[in-house]
């Protein structure tokens, strides 16, 4: 699923290619992306530039705003309008250029979404989010405020978007290691020496996972997923680049957590009860 840094190439990536330009057509092909109703002065407006809030895409026209939430498998592809449709659109906008951004989505569980909202309304009004781990609003005052008396466990503390927006659970194992501690261990009990560190790995994950995809990516709007710069998300067996100690693997029913045992010691004994999430 794409996060924050994977996201944010995307956002920049479309603004080079329909910023300035204006939609000639916006066509519902597979309506379960469609979550309101299609305004009927959409087309002819132009798009003012292309944002991201947590993990939706929001596409800013004149009078409305396009928000798009890829969820595990959506993507956007572009081709030229005389090519048609792809097998696997949902939903495609046309711009007075020939282009057209196809909604695309190909695993069996389709749950990519798309709003159409008035200009002055955005991913905000869909969801409530936390704020933008990269913006200024988030310091560690904030974070302290946010982790006090949660009892999620850090992991789930991180993937909750009303505490923090955009991470999703392979950035969530990436900053736990980062930080040093257990992703088991209770968010609202970190030391303020440890909210420190956590702020920190925040930002370092995301802003150095940011770095590697525009990298990856270049200008394609096919973002690059293979995230070979990870130290522990979907490595289970190798070595942790910091210690060496095989990277450690838990699974649950809605997802898999990696870590590294020696790095990220465990905070209660393995057989005890974990810490109850409030998720
Ligand atoms: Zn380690």
């Known amino acids: 699923m794409p996060e924050l840094p994977e996201l944010e190439v995307l956002k920049e990536n479309l603004n080079q290619?329909?910023?300035?330009k204006r939609i000639a057509d916006l066509r519902i092909i597979k309506p379960y992306i469609q979550k309101t109703l299609l305004p009927d002065d959409l087309i002819g407006q132009r798009v003012a530039a292309v944002t991201r809030r947590?993990?939706?895409?929001?596409?800013?026209?004149?009078?409305?705003?396009?928000?798009?939430?890829?969820?595990?498998?959506?993507?956007f592809k572009m081709r030229p309008k005389e090519k048609g449709p792809f097998k696997s659109s949902a939903a495609f906008v046309e711009f007075n250029n020939?282009?057209?951004?196809?909604?695309?989505?190909?695993?069996?569980?389709k749950r990519m979404s798309m709003w159409i909202l008035p200009k002055d309304k955005g991913a905000d009004d869909i969801k409530e989010l936390g704020p933008e781990p990269l913006s200024d609003e988030f310091t560690i005052d904030r974070l302290v405020k946010l982790l006090s008396g949660s009892r999620e466990r850090l992991k789930n503390f991180l993937l909750n978007q009303?505490?923090?927006?955009?991470?999703?659970?392979?950035?969530?194992?990436?900053?736990?290691?980062?930080?040093?501690?257990?992703?088991?261990?209770q968010a609202g009990k970190l030391t303020s020496e440890e909210v420190a560190r956590l702020h920190g790995a925040i930002r370092k994950t995301l802003?150095?996972?940011?770095?590697?995809?525009?990298?990856?990516?270049?200008?394609k709007l096919e973002i690059d997923e293979s995230r070979p710069f990870m130290a522990v998300h979907r490595r289970k067996?190798?070595?942790?680049?910091?210690?060496?100690?095989?990277?450690?693997w838990v699974s649950t029913t809605t997802r898999d957590t990696f870590y590294c045992p020696r790095c990220q010691p465990p905070v209660?004994?393995?057989?005890?009860?974990?810490?109850?999430?409030?998720?």
């Open 98 to 109: 020939g282009n057209t951004l196809h909604l695309v989505e190909e695993a069996k569980l």
């Open 162 to 185: 009303r505490n923090v927006a955009g991470i999703g659970n392979a950035y969530a194992d990436e900053i736990c290691w980062q930080t040093g501690l257990s992703p088991f261990k």
């Open 268 to 279: 209660t004994h393995p057989l005890s009860r974990p810490v109850r999430s409030r998720r």
């Open 237 to 248: 067996g190798e070595p942790c680049p910091r210690c060496g100690t095989r990277v450690q």
């Open 207 to 219: 802003i150095e996972a940011f770095k590697e995809t525009r990298r990856l990516t270049g200008n």
């Open 17 to 20: 290619l329909i910023v300035g």
């Open 54 to 75: 947590g993990k939706y895409i929001e596409i800013a026209l004149e009078r409305h705003r396009i928000v798009v939430h890829l969820m595990l498998s959506g993507r």
